[in-house]
């Protein structure tokens, strides 16, 4: 029993071991670390230009008659915009490494942390949702463009994709908004779930959130869209003329296993490089959509405190999206080891 138990331990001590030594486990604590000194200079940068605008949280208090000057001077204290930049910013950095505290919200009385966890998740949900919309459809017409390389198809896809890159993603909301409008009652555009939510089944509220989700989707996936098929036929041009390409053609080989195995699987390396890249872009353009369609992300959350100055809320937002950059890059850099093992990560920076 004893021999079982130490060889055990001994086999669990080894595989630790491997994990912590393994390349992607210290390129991951490598890439967490400088993220830390990132997010410590990206957040100093934000909390400078946000104090460079004129006025405070407080000032447009003061444009209120009920409002007695004694009062504005109790929030400043209360909200420690009394103090100078410096001790403001420090202050706030002290309170989430000692306490994970990232202050309160002004406009909303309630701590940042409640508010962001409440948002984030529906900017999450919106923007994974229009990234396997926009992959799913976009790298197959990328193939078949590539595949069918200056005939109709591929003329017809190319109009499509530069139509796609010169709409601006705030005309392809009103477009979807008239288009709604249109065919009412067939796509919500308000918010995120009906009114009757709440008495559907579990079934039910998926169904729900999905319908309401189909149009602010498309909207934050077109200009996406177009732009990865251009990148997918190009790439996968670029190696049908490798003479590898060749040689296997010349060796008989089915013309769809030298296309799907051996063209493809070489051609999706970029891809998956941008897919960090990718990630961002979706972040950034969720504010059009929510903002278009209601949906109750953290876009709109955002722009509400650039709007009201609510400081704390506005820096704690601009972290989470520096983070979501960060954790999108990371993970696209681990996609391309397991994709293509050949592939140093340490290379990759």
């Known amino acids: 029993m004893n021999t079982t138990s130490s060889a055990s331990r001994e086999a669990l001590q080894e595989k630790f071991l491997k994990l912590v030594t393994s390349e992607t486990f210290l390129y991951t604590i490598k890439r967490i670390s400088q993220a830390i000194l990132t997010l410590f200079l990206a957040s100093a940068l934000s909390f400078i230009i946000i104090q460079l605008a004129p006025g405070d949280y407080v000032d447009t208090l003061r444009q209120n008659p009920k409002i007695s000057p004694e009062r504005i ?10 103090r100078s930049w410096a001790e403001q910013y420090f202050l706030w950095l002290w309170r ?6 990232f202050g309160n919200s002004f406009v909303y009385q309630r701590s940042v942390a409640s508010l962001i966890g409440e948002r984030v998740a529906a900017t999450l949900l919106l923007a994974f949702a229009s990234l396997l919309f926009t992959w799913a459809i976009a790298i197959p017409l990328g193939i078949i463009a590539a595949v069918k390389q200056n005939n109709l198809t591929d003329r017809i896809l190319q109009v499509l994709s530069y139509a796609g890159q010169g709409f601006p993603s705030f005309i392809t909301a009103l477009l979807l908004l008239i288009f709604a409008q249109m065919t009412t009652p067939l796509f919500p555009v308000g918010g995120m779930t009906s009114i009757n939510h709440a008495d559907l089944s579990l079934f039910g509220k998926i169904l729900d959130i999905g319908w309401h989700m189909i149009l602010p989707t498309v909207a934050l996936s077109i200009t996406s869209f177009a732009g990865l098929q251009r990148i997918t036929r190009g790439e996968l041009l670029d190696v049908l003329r490798q003479d590898y390409i060749q040689t296997a053609r010349a060796k008989g080989l089915p013309e ?10 070489n051609a ?13 872009s979706l972040l950034s353009g969720a504010f059009i959509a929510e903002f278009f369609f209601n949906w109750p992300g953290l876009g709109r959350l955002t722009l509400q405190a650039v709007q009201a100055q609510d400081l704390y809320l506005l820096m704690s937002s601009l972290v989470m999206g520096a983070v979501l950059l960060i954790l999108g890059n990371l993970i696209a850099d681990i996609l391309l080891k ?6 140093r990560l340490e290379n990759l920076n």
């Open 268 to 280: 999706i390396n970029p891809l998956i490089t941008l897919l960090g890249f990718e990630l961002a």
């Open 96 to 101: 989430i490494f000692t306490r994970g505290d």
């Open 73 to 82: 001077e109790e929030l400043k204290q209360q909200f420690g915009l009394n």
């Open 338 to 343: 397991v994709a293509d093992p050949r592939i």
């Open 256 to 265: 769809n296993k030298v296309i799907y195995v051996h063209a493809l699987r």
